[in-house]
């Protein structure tokens, strides 16, 4: 998962999936201090770049071309 603030961005690892419930918990801290969801596995566009807002939601589409087969 990648989470972002005004300067920093932070990538969270887990030795296993991330389930349900650690996506809510994620994306609960993030809105309780106005951090960017940038990725989760699953997770939409629209859900990223809300709070420090960019041009484009380049962290997500970076992590998402990161992540994916092609």
Known sequence: MLIRGWKTATLLVKNGEFDDRDI????SFCHARSF???YYPGMQAAEANRYN?????YFFEAAHALLSPG
Do not use: I, K, Q
């Open 24 to 27: 809510a918990a994620l994306r």
């Open 36 to 38: 960017d969801v940038e």
């Open 53 to 57: 807002v960019l041009e484009r939601p």
